[in-house]
């Protein structure tokens, strides 16, 4: 089999069809949007960086939800525009920072909370909204740019819309301190480990404050 036959057969193999695509999409969008749901009823579960899921939080505390939605908003239309044109999805900012903030703070500033707060009709919501996207991306890319042959349709990139996350290394450790004095060193802990290891120390204060957190809990 040459390679031009090779290419013939992922074509019409599911991880690599072009129909596929959207449903990958659908079912990431589900689980974020989800997990927003789970953010705005319990305050956990929200999938993205410190800084961006504040702004959401800002509006929960606040009542004005134009930051996030405006935010949200713009990175989820910029990125399903960049993947029509090149075939690349970004979830951190399509996905994650999208549906994940923007959607969600245009439906609560609109009063549609019950498609927030609602765990079920979040993962519909999600599923549809993530469809959405993905038959659009499809859709542009099939008829108009023809250009699946070289990309499958379109794929998908791991990857943060901005890099604010590097940053918050020295906010989550003074976040930490100011919990507990033990939770504050388990997040130096780590954070200092994390910098010898040459990665984002962030990640390293977050599991260094959460080891000395199960020993040494905060009594509330």
Request: hydrophobic content about 55%; aromatic content about 14%.
């Amino acid at each position: 089999m040459d390679e031009k036959d090779s290419n013939l057969e992922n074509t019409k193999n599911f991880w690599f069809a072009d129909w596929s695509f959207p449903i990958f999409v659908g079912l990431l969008s589900a689980g974020v949007y989800a997990g927003t749901s789970m953010y705005y009823n319990y305050g956990v579960g929200a999938f993205n960086e410190v800084a961006i899921v504040a702004m959401l939080k800002a509006g929960m505390t606040g009542g004005s939800y134009g930051a996030a939605a405006a935010f949200g908003a713009s990175f989820l239309f910029a990125r399903v525009l960049e993947g029509s044109l090149d075939g690349i999805l970004d979830l951190g900012g399509s996905i994650l920072t999208g549906v994940g903030i923007g959607v969600p703070a245009i439906f609560l500033s609109m009063g549609l909370k019950r498609l927030v707060n609602n765990f079920v009709i979040a993962i519909f919501v999600g599923l549809i909204i993530g469809l959405l996207i993905g038959g659009i991306i499809y859709f542009i890319r099939h008829f108009t740019l023809k250009q699946s042959k070289a990309t499958f349709g379109a794929d998908v990139m791991m990857g943060a819309g901005n890099d604010t996350g590097r940053f918050l290394g020295p906010l989550i450790i003074l976040s930490a301190v100011t919990a507990s004095i033990p939770i504050g060193i388990g997040s130096i802990i780590g954070a200092a480990i994390f910098y010898g290891w040459k990665k984002p120390i962030a990640g390293g204060a977050i599991i260094g404050a959460m080891i000395l957190g199960f020993f040494f809990p905060v009594k509330v």
